[in-house]
């Protein structure tokens, strides 16, 4: 019995060193000894646009009282682009950013490409996201806080000054391309109404000049006055005509009156014919046609203001959704490394050695009670 006592002591005197012991040794070991100082930069900015937005945090009503407001999905497009792969690519631009990480920065743990590991770009996207950028948007503020980590307080700094250069690089670029998009699109509508507008102008010219006319509405009203005038000089002559027979039946001027009755007439169903004959030289056959060609124009001529107004409306909301970049907080040079927090890490490390020594203990108990039974 006292045999498997000490069995048991000597099981559990081997459990504890395993779990607890030895990985709390090398905790102390790597953290004291071999692991590198790890510098963080720090920086914060907020990305926001002339056009105010609601918001009952503190900070948006600050900003809405002057001529900007937040953006929040910009600044989420920022986010994604500092943590992109072409971020990367442009930050390691002759592998400036890998050299700050490869032998002999660094220690064997924390250094990059691991021993016997494949340094592939994807690899190195994995490492910049993990270990050297970290970015926290508070979606109630709107600031965004940028951590950039590196071996040298130097190399911190740069990298996170180069991420701010650019990530502003970027919101022009979205700036250039939406005032580019916005106002092509205008000026092709503008361009689109101004040749409508010309065509429309040209074909009533073509239809004027072939048609003899220039507007059949204001040609028919002088026509009918015309006729109206007659009228009042048929009936006058009528008039006279009838005294002149009353009073004597043989004067040779009843001749010349009914001559004239003649005329007028003639002349007045000549002058109705023109204007509401049923060919299509009368000018109501052709008021038809040119009424559709002046709608036509008058179409045009409205599509042309909405147009211009498009543009001018266009250029207003280009110049009011200009996004910034702006800077609350500096990247500064980091005096102290902040990383790794060895007496934390080791502390951690003795603690779930210690639960893992635990759980183990009464697992092995529970199985050696169930053995002697």
Known sequence: MSFIKRHLRSQNSLLFLVTVVVPTLVAVLYYGLVAADVYVSESRFVVRSQQKQESASLLSSFLQGTSFGRSQDDAWIVTDYIESMDAL??????????????APNGDVLSRFPLTGRHSSYEDFLQFYRNHIVAVVHDSTTGITTLRTSAFEPASAHQINEKLLSMSEALVNELNRRGLQDGMRYANEAVQTAQ????????????????????DPDRQSSLQLQQ???????????????AEVVSVSPQNPQIETLNTRIAVLRQEIDTTATTVTGKGTSSLAAKSREFERLNIEKGFAERELASALALQQQARNDVSNKQLYVARVVQPEVPDAPIEPRRLRAVLVTLAMGLVTWGILSLLLAGVREHTLK
């Open 89 to 102: 690519r442009a930050l390691d631009a002759g592998e400036a950013l890998r050299k700050r990480f490869d």
């Open 227 to 241: 006729i109206g005038k007659l009228q009042d000089e048929l009936i006058a002559t009528r008039a006279r005509l």
């Open 195 to 214: 040749k409508r507008v010309t065509e429309s102008a040209m074909a009533l010219a073509r239809y004027r000049s072939n048609q003899s006319v220039f």
